[in-house]
Structure formats: structure tokens, C-alpha cells
């Protein structure tokens, strides 16, 4: 049996073609955060509104198909670039909210933790809390202390508060960082050495990222409430460290885009999902690949002239216009990015070189 539907303009959320059948309301939502209960950034769909090219839209038959079916949508998880939220209120009864999400780290940790623990065969295990160990770091490193002659553990902290990091060591160097507080954050510091050096980003096709250079490694942070840049300078990196590590087939490539400027890293020790290349339309295997590619925005200057490029979605012949690529404006952040960028490549270019890998500058 035959399952039409109409793609809507977001990849991977799908409307069933008999939708005017249904008395059940449906409004899909672009998602921002489930977690924190953030507002998300805009309507996608709503069934108020109907479908009004209907008969000039394109079909698709769904059947067998695995995904996410709610009422008359469809959506495929494995599409996403980012979240959506589906709303739904039947007649007569209560609203309900449906929240889907991309896959993060965290929770590839706890499949694989229920994997490995059958709380079915032992009851011991059932309704206890997932194990403190899959929200702590991930990343530990073992290095001589050489200040003391031992090898201290170098971890990175799982709950960074404000610009505060857990203390650590570095090799040769003693104590690296004191862990700092948010009061102490609220005082004027004399020392500006003791902030960590980032620059606000965005991963390509996904979301907004602190990216953190430290004499001992580069680490990135996930920034949760998307599409509000003004937070995210205010409240600076938090959350779990996530750490790259160099060696001698480490590439980094430096380019420019419209508005800014990107940062690739090539077998750097952090993995990314990406469509295969000449994949046919409508694919949604991906590749596992250890390439990242960042998008940092700068003001423009003489050498980086800015050029306009789209903010919405829209999936033409299935394909996503290149705003979906790039960070929407923001001149706060664009300005931030600005003051550190030179002590952030700086650092970077050390740490990759230091590994005997390779740095290209093909920026204007």
C-alpha cells in the first residue's frame, strides 16, 4: 500500500497528502532547545494554513519508509539538520508537544550503555539513574608533570561554569587554570589570561559552537539555545568539553565565506556526518567522516567583502539554499570574533604544527 506525501520546505519533515482528512490540528515547529524549554525560532507548518500548491508540489511515496509518524506528518530523523517541534491537539482533548532531535554524544553514550546493561534480565538495574560517567567528560589525557615527576590525569571539565574550567595540569607547566566561579566572573579581572580564548561559531549544517584554544589542546562546546547569539557571547562557553587531537595527518584549511571567514579540520580526531558526493536526490545515507568544517563571522574589511546570502530554508529539487550553511548575522559577534581571532589562530596554528600537521591559509 501506497503512503503519498508532499515534502515540506524543511529536510527531512514530510506531510501526508490526505492531511485535509484529518480533524486532529497539527503545527510543526522549527525546534530550538527541548531541553530548556527555548522558544523555537519560527513556524514551519500549520494545518490552519493548508497546502495551497498542492497541485503543482511534488510526491513522494513514503511506504516502508522508517521514521517518525505523527498524525499526517512524517518525519525521518536522519534528515534533520536540526530539531523540530510537533504540536498536536485533538478535538476535545488535551494539546501535546512531540520534540525531535538530531543524535548528540551524550546519548549515543547511553545507547550504548543500555546495550551493555539489560535492566530486563536484571532488576537490579531498572529505574536506576544513567551512571554519572556518560555526562562527565569524555576526553582524558595521561601526561608527565614534570614540576613534580607524576603523571597527572588531564580532564576536560563536564560542566563549565560561566568561563570557569576544573582545574588541570600541563606538562611542564604546573597548575594551568584555576576552576573560577560566576560571582567571581561578576568582578572586574585584571588578568584577561585567565578567560579562555574562543570564537563563536557554526558548524556546518548544524548548530551554534564555542570553539576553545588552550596551550594543550582545542575543544569544542555545544551551544544550546540556538539562533540567540546575543546569549551566547554574554553567557560564554559551558557544558561538555568535546577534544580534537593532532597528529601528522592533521589538515587545517582557513577560507573565507560572505560573511566571515571558515575553519576546516581534516583528521583531527572529531568526527561529522555528510552526504555522500554525487549521491542521487533524496539520499539520506550519510558518510562518517573525521572533517569539520566551522563558520566564524567577521565585520568586513578591505580584503573580506560581505555579500547577502539567504536565511530561510527551502528545498528546491531537494536541496537546501546556502543560508543553511552559514550563521545568520549578528555585529556582537561578528565584533567578538574580530578582537580574538588572531591569538585564536595563532594558537591553533601551534598546536598543529607542533603535531607535525599541516595549516593552509587560502583566506583574501
Known sequence: MTEMYYALDYPGVYLKTDFAESKV???????NSADTGEAPLYAVWDSLWGLPDTVARPTKDMSGKEGLRVQSV????????????????????????LHVYPMDDFYRRVLKHTAENDAMQNPALRYKPMPWQLVAPKNKVQEDNEDEGEDE??????????????????????????ATTDEDMNTSSEDEDDQPLYVCVRRQGTSPYYLIAEDDNLFLV??????????????????????????SSSRVELSSFPKGFSVRLIDCGMTSKKKPANAPVGTTDRDTLDDNTFHLLHPETN??????????YNRHGNS??????????????AKHNESVLDDFLNALQDLVLDAAGSWTDNRP
Open 25 to 31: 490540528r497539527i503545527a510543526v515547529l522549527q525546534g
Open 303 to 312: 580584503r573580506l567583502k560581505h555579500r547577502e546570502y539567504y536565511y530561510s
Open 222 to 247: 555545544r551551544y544550546k539555545h540556538a539562533g540567540n547569539w546575543e546569549r551566547m557571547l554574554k553567557e560564554g562557553p559551558k557544558g561538555d568539553l568535546e577534544s580534537f587531537t593532532f597528529d
Open 320 to 333: 537546501v539554499q546556502e543560508a543553511k550553511m552559514f550563521p545568520k548575522w549578528d555585529d556582537g559577534i
Open 153 to 178: 590525569e588531564l580532564v576536560g571539565s563536564g560542566g563549565v561554569q560561566g568561563h570557569g574550567y576544573n582545574t588541570r595540569k600541563v606538562k611542564g607547566k604546573g597548575w594551568q587554570k584555576q
Open 74 to 97: 512524517l518525519v525521518i530523523e536522519e534528515e534533520l539538520w536540526e530539531g523540530v517541534t510537533i504540536l498536536s491537539q485533538p478535538p476535545g482533548k488535551n494539546e501535546r508537544r
